[in-house]
T-cell receptor, first 109, second 113 residues
Framework: GQNIDQPTEMTATEGAIVQINCTYQ??????LFWYQQHAGEAPTFLSY????GLEEKGRFSSFLSRSKGYSYLLLKELQMKDSASYLC??????????FGTGTRLQVFP | NAGVTQTPKFRVLKTGQSMTLLCAQD?????MYWYRQDPGMGLRLIHY???????AKGEVPDGYNVSRLKKQNFLLGLESAAPSQTSVYFC????????????FGPGTRLLVL
């Protein structure tokens, strides 16, 4: 199957670092996407990992370990505007994406 | 480029009424998708299309129909709305079969009474 698990909610303080984990069970793995979704808005693309390791994009980094079926999104120097839901998703075949239920991050001053 | 647009933005229906949600994209994308998003359930795929004239079922297709008569448009129909179809509906598109991101529309909020 392709169950995707991520924590439901997380809280953090402005300026801190937070790590959002995502685990998946799949055969035929073909990459792991991360999306950000602010309340009442559409998901927007953050990152796509297909090889093991860490990829950095400014304050956001994404890590993948294919052997462990594990990924995380690392957010540094948290800002209030980072309060949002973070969705991980993995392809099923070449046509579809299967999404996790999302992690709601609240950043407090 | 407008990207992906959806109409309407919000709609209230009575049980048993029908309606069509329209998704349009101006990026010449081959693949288009309809999702619903409910609290605690994440994004669930209803139907999708890999090209003009094609459609396929996703995870939760019951009670919905779709059509892709033109490449840029993907229509989602509810023939007889039920309260269980109260949700936020997102359309998305992707360039083609290569693993690239999907681009999402702004969503349609549907309330079925």
């Amino acid at each position: 199957g392709q169950n995707i698990d991520q924590p439901t909610e997380m809280t953090a303080t402005e300026g801190a670092i937070v790590q959002i984990n995502c685990t998946y069970q799949t055969s035929g793995f073909n990459g792991l996407f991360w999306y950000q979704q602010h309340a009442g808005e559409a998901p927007t693309f953050l990152s796509y990992n297909v090889l093991d390791g860490l990829e950095e994009k400014g304050r956001f980094s994404s890590f993948l370990s294919r052997s462990k079926g594990y990924s995380y999104l690392l957010l540094k120097e948290l800002q209030m505007k980072d309060s949002a839901s973070y969705l991980c998703a993995t392809p099923r075949g070449s046509d579809k994406l299967i999404f996790g239920t999302g992690t709601r991050l609240q950043v407090f001053p | 480029n407008a990207g992906v647009t959806q109409t309407p933005k919000f709609r209230v229906l009575k049980t048993g009424q029908s309606m069509t949600l329209l998704c349009a994209q101006d990026m010449n994308h081959e693949y288009m998708y309809w999702y619903r998003q409910d609290p605690g359930m994440g994004l669930r795929l209803i139907h999708y299309s890999v090209g003009e004239g094609t459609t396929a079922k996703g995870e939760v297709p019951d009670g919905y129909n779709v059509s892709r008569l033109k490449k840029q448009n993907f229509l989602l129909g509810l023939e007889s709305a039920a309260p269980s179809q109260t949700s936020v509906y997102f359309c998305a598109s992707r360039l083609d079969g290569r693993q690239e991101t999907q681009y999402f529309g702004p969503g349609t909020r549907l309330l079925v009474l």
